[in-house]
């Protein structure tokens, strides 16, 4: 729950926890300070969870599923609650985003796109879950096979802080969709607006143990959501590093387990491209959201006859980025995350500069203008990088792009396709038959052709190689948390006779 303490000067939140439809604070009374990265300052006390806090959120959603308040619901009834939420989400729309920028630090303009998406995920698996459902086979007579789709039961969702909102809808509405009772971890550093979630989720009326958030360190209480026997499937969204982990946590009661990991992603620019359009998406995919985005266009592969025109025109429009305080409405790029978060990226960009990159423009920490307080960094880019390079090869997760070359088609693929991750990819030029066939090339799940970033709740999201294992949205979101069975009818109840006596 949101509560205001004054303190001093500056008004916090009191975010606490939610388990068994009872708003708590943690059971050693820790608490864990929230920032605005904009600012510097705290803007909230958040709950630091335990284990005995993961464990009792994880006894409270095995009691719901187990009593079927839930699951046992007529689905027209389930996506009557869903459609609650979409709704109330709207109401809130503008206070939301607002939190959203003071939280994470994402310009005012994206923060409300986030809630729209969110309100509209919730309506989307709304509408799918009443829709027909289940199969049936005509098989040897006098048998009748058919099979049901049924909920996976107690589901741990574990999200990152890069889209404190829309990481969380879009796990929770699809699990909530399926009938499962669900433990939820938010990120420590970003816990405000997926708090204010869970509020609205209670307000719908969404019975108590359905729904369970507990804070806290990813080691502890993500950990224990992770590896403990009584929750049946786990649902991540972070690092590979950490995707890892789960795995190797979830593997003692052959959890069921779905990883949205990092990327790499490559943007590959045709000299037959639209150029101006080329140019402004490449702008786009790699420095909105300060470059925290899984999906960002973080290499850029340019064919070597618009390498330098390509160059000085990016570098000319990136020059112009407003950086600032996400809650200005003039802001295009907010600050990093956190402090922690600036310095890995800042460490990224030496690392640029050792191994030899051509540093185009910015490079550094930013600190006029009151951005001191905060944890800003220009928008960066290197030019002439090679693939063994740091820049080139990890996932950077801030506002730094590698620029490369290329001589053809081939070339192109090969260097597109040769790192570990696998998340997305994007293509430009305007020749539609070169466009599928290098799109049709590429390693990886969410790919665009002169596009970069929109995407659906319709179509599926995910990653090959690294970058992760099933995929959120669409129908096959809803499979994730879904498990399915075979029913199979004997019409003449009559003994199968295989034995003689
Ligand atoms: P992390 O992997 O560090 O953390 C993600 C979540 O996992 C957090 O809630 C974190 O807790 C928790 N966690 C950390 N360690 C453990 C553990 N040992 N066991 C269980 N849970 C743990 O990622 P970030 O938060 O830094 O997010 C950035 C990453 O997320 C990037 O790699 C990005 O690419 C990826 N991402 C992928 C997306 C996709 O769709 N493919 C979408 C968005 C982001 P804590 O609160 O302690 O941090």
Redesign the pocket.
């Known amino acids: 729950m949101l509560e205001t303490q004054n303190t001093q000067a500056v008004k916090t939140l009191d975010l606490k926890m939610y388990i068994n439809g009872e708003w708590t604070n943690s059971s050693d009374n820790k608490t864990r300070e929230v920032i605005n990265p904009a600012t510097g300052e705290v803007i909230a006390q958040a709950a630091e969870g335990t284990v005995a806090d993961a464990r009792a959120a994880i006894a409270a959603a095995k009691e719901a599923f187990e009593s079927g308040v839930w699951s046992d619901l007529p689905t027209v009834e389930r996506a009557a609650y869903l459609l609650k939420i979409a709704d109330k989400i709207d109401e809130k729309a503008e206070e939301l985003a607002a939190l959203e920028t003071m939280n994470n630090g994402k310009p005012l303009r994206e923060a409300g796109f986030d809630m729209g998406d969110a309100a509209a995920c919730f309506r989307y698996y709304a509408g799918m879950i009443t829709q027909p459902d289940g199969e049936t086979y005509h098989v040897a007579d006098p048998m009748q096979a058919m099979v049901v789709r049924e909920p996976v039961g107690v589901c741990g969702l574990?999200?990152?802080?890069?889209?404190p909102m829309l990481?969380s809808v879009w796990k929770i509405a699809p699990a909530l969709a399926a009938g499962n009772t669900i433990v939820f971890?938010?990120?420590?550093?970003t816990p405000v607006t997926p708090t204010k979630l869970i509020e609205i989720i209670e307000e719908a009326g969404v019975p108590k143990g359905v729904v369970n958030m507990v804070h806290g360190?990813?080691?502890v209480v993500?950990?224990e959501?992770?590896s403990h026997k009584d929750v049946d499937m786990v649902s991540?969204?972070?690092?590979?590093?950490?995707g890892k982990?789960?795995m190797k946590?979830a593997a003692d009661n052959m959890k069921k387990i779905s990883l949205?990991?990092?990327?790499k992603s490559p943007n590959i620019i045709f000299a037959d491209s639209d150029f101006e359009v080329a140019v402004d998406y490449a702008l786009f995919g790699i420095y909105c959201g300060s470059g925290q985005v899984?999906s960002a266009g973080s290499r850029i592969l340019v064919e070597e006859s618009i390498y330098d025109k390509f160059i000085e025109r990016f570098t000319e429009r990136a020059k112009q980025i407003q950086v600032g305080n996400g809650a200005d409405p003039e802001t295009e790029m907010g600050p990093l995350v956190s402090q922690q978060h600036m310095e890995k990226v800042l460490s990224y960009i030496e690392s640029g500069k050792q191994e030899g990159a051509r540093l185009l423009f910015g490079g550094e920490r930013l600190t006029e203008n009151g951005m001191d307080k905060g944890f800003f960094v220009a928008p960066t880019a290197f030019a002439d990088t090679t693939q063994e390079m740091k820049i080139v090869q990890e996932?950077i997760?801030g506002p730094v792009v590698a620029i490369q070359k290329f001589k053809d088609e081939a070339e192109a693929i090969h260097l597109a396709n040769d790192t570990d991750y696998g998340?997305a990819g994007a293509v430009f030029t305007v020749d539609g038959a070169k466009a599928l066939r290098v799109i049709k090339k590429l390693r990886a799940g969410i790919t665009w052709i002169n596009s970069y970033h929109p995407t659906y709740n319709e179509a599926p999201?995910?990653?090959y190689k690294q970058?992760?294992i099933g995929r959120?949205l669409g129908t096959y979101g809803l499979d994730e948390f879904q498990e399915i069975k075979q029913i199979n009818i004997n019409l003449e109840v009559e003994p199968v006779g295989w034995f003689k006596n």
Not at 185 to 189: A, N
């Open positions: 574990i999200v990152p802080w890069n889209f990481m971890k938010p990120s420590e550093v360190a990813g080691p993500g950990n959501i992770a991540f969204t972070g690092g590979t590093k950490t982990h789960i946590a949205e990991l990092g990327g899984c996932e997760f998340l999201w995910g990653g970058s992760g959120s």
